[in-house]
Nanobody, 126 residues
Framework: QVQLVESGGGSVQSGGSLRLSCAAS????????MGWFRQAPGKEREGVAA???????RYADSVKGRFTISQDNAKNTLYLEMNSLKPEDTATYYCTAAWYMLCSREWSLGSNYNHWGQGTQVTVSS
């Protein structure tokens, strides 16, 4: 059974930084696409960033240049470094994973992933 556990959320002021972590346990696979999604109240879930087992990364246009996704394979942990945070980044952030596939051009479709964490709240005040 796969478990994805996020941590690192919190409240910061505009322009601040946070680093989210996602620890994966249970079954894992050497070929995967893992990512971060977010959902704000009243808005649809959106893909933020993804990275696959080949090391290729993908980002939403809204976070390019501000967010960095990375992974520590030895620790089975995924990270999302978020800098220059804006109030519009306020949302619940979810870690997600799909085994047996690399990230594709459709990486931001939530239906491509079959494992999700419980989410961690990020609040950015102006």
């Amino acid at each position: 059974q796969v478990q994805l556990v996020e941590s690192g959320g919190g409240s910061v002021q505009s322009g601040g930084s946070l680093r989210l972590s996602c620890a994966a346990s249970g079954y894992t696979n050497s070929r995967y696409c893992m990512g971060w999604f977010r959902q704000a109240p009243g808005k649809e879930r959106e893909g933020v960033a993804a990275v696959d087992s080949d090391g290729d990364t993908r980002y939403a246009d809204s976070v390019k240049g501000r967010f960095t996704i990375s992974q520590d394979n030895a620790k089975n942990t995924l990270y999302l470094e978020m800098n220059s945070l804006k109030p519009e980044d306020t949302a619940t952030y979810y870690c997600t994973a799909a085994w047996y596939m690399l990230c594709s051009r459709e990486w931001s479709l939530g239906s491509n992933y079959n494992h999700w964490g419980q989410g961690t709240q990020v609040t950015v005040s102006s």
